[in-house]
């Protein structure tokens, strides 16, 4: 089956500084690539997604890139905010069912 | 507006009970989903229906079972609950067709304590 492996599991930056968290995955037959924030006591919610047809999709200060040969995605986030705290997914699919990394935590300092 | 829901939102069990967590979507959705969430292991698939009667295991699927009688609801059951169980337990769900099938919703999640 498909395995995603994400990383850095933790990531602090600075209040306005840029965030990158990178995804690889296993199987070349995936072709939908979401990305859901995860805040403390809630489920998590897409914030962005991308198909395998598409090498970036961008939305406000988020946007995911893919590389299909590779077979890894990232989700940049520019301009970060003590909101965008949370824990981040990044997840993969075939069909319906998606296969998530293991989350990484994002900390802005103020 | 359109959501879904999940019960009981914390639920303390004793080892050996039977527990059946309930999910409860009002978007339609044919396809829905049951994930435990543990720490450094990200979601995990437990179950998931494409449709009324339709019912398949994921990859963590030992010790539970769901059945899907109605469009709306996919309750989960943990036949005999176990401490290896205890977790966070998100339920999800999908439409089919379209450009946006594969968007999972996701509910608010069940914190279960297996003593």
């Known amino acids: 089956g498909e395995n995603v492996e994400q990383h850095p599991s933790t990531l602090s930056v600075q209040e306005g500084d840029s965030a990158v968290i990178k995804c690889t995955y296993s199987d070349s037959a995936s072709n939908y690539f979401p990305w859901y924030k995860q805040e403390l006591g809630k489920g998590p919610q897409l914030i962005i997604d991308?198909?395998?047809?598409?090498g970036e999709k961008k939305d406000q200060r988020i946007a995911v890139t893919l590389n299909k040969t590779a077979k890894h995605f990232s989700l940049h986030i520019t301009e970060t905010q003590p909101e965008d705290s949370a824990v981040y997914f990044c997840?993969?699919?075939?069909?319906?069912?998606?296969?998530f990394g293991s989350g990484t935590r994002l900390q802005v300092q103020p | 507006d359109a959501e879904i829901t999940q019960s009981p939102r914390h639920k303390i069990t004793e080892t050996g009970r039977q527990v059946t967590l309930a999910c409860h979507q009002t978007?339609?959705?044919?396809?829905m989903f049951w994930y435990r969430q543990d720490l450094g292991h990200g979601l995990r698939l437990i179950h998931y229906?494409?449709?009324?009667?339709?019912?398949n295991k994921g990859e963590v699927s030992d010790g539970y079972s769901v059945s899907r009688s109605n469009t709306e609801d996919l309750p989960l059951t943990l036949e005999s609950a176990a401490s290896s169980q205890t977790s966070v337990y998100f339920c999800?769900?999908?439409?089919?067709?379209?450009?946006?099938?594969?968007?999972?919703?996701f509910g608010p999640g069940t914190r279960l304590l297996v003593l």
């Open positions: 999800a769900s999908s439409e089919v067709g379209g450009g946006r099938r594969e968007t999972q919703y």
């Open positions: 991308i198909r395998s047809n598409v």
């Open positions: 997840a993969a699919s075939m069909g319906r069912a998606l296969t």
């Open positions: 978007w339609n959705h044919n396809n």
């Open positions: 229906s494409y449709g009324v009667q339709d019912t």
